[in-house]
């Protein structure tokens, strides 16, 4: 099983950004993934989940309306599409799976993850 996060980079607040985790190993449309971050001194932080029915779950209130999970099984890939960026979104973004069809706490498989640092 592999993940790999990608997409990341320097984008100044307000910008954009879409990170893309491509999975190779196990059957990708029959399993949930999510995303999450951890910024520098910070605990990681659950943002989103999608199940393989494209059920979507938000974690994290701070990226509600702003952060959109979605996915493309005929790729293998997730992607999160991050708009109106602050620098508060500056973190290390990973995704991962469980292997479920549904979204849960325990993340079995996570990919390297991809930096995304957002400057005033």
């Known amino acids: 099983v592999q993940l790999q996060a990608s997409g990341g980079g320097h984008v100044h607040f307000g910008g954009s950004l879409r990170l893309s985790c491509t999975a190779s190993g196990f059957t990708f449309d029959a399993s949930a993934v999510g995303w999450f971050r951890q910024a520098p001194g910070k605990e990681r932080e659950a943002l989103s989940c999608?199940?393989?029915?494209?059920?979507?779950?938000y974690y994290e209130d701070s990226v509600l309306g702003r952060f959109a999970i979605s996915r493309d099984n005929a790729k293998d890939t997730a992607y999160l599409q991050m708009d109106n960026l602050t620098p508060e979104d500056t973190a290390l973004y990973y995704c991962?799976?469980?292997?479920?069809?549904?979204?849960?706490?325990?993340?079995?498989?996570w990919g390297k993850g991809t930096l995304v640092t957002v400057s005033s």
């Open positions: 991962a799976t469980s292997l479920r069809n549904y979204c849960s706490n325990d993340m079995i498989y």
């Open positions: 999608i199940d393989s029915s494209d059920r979507t779950t």
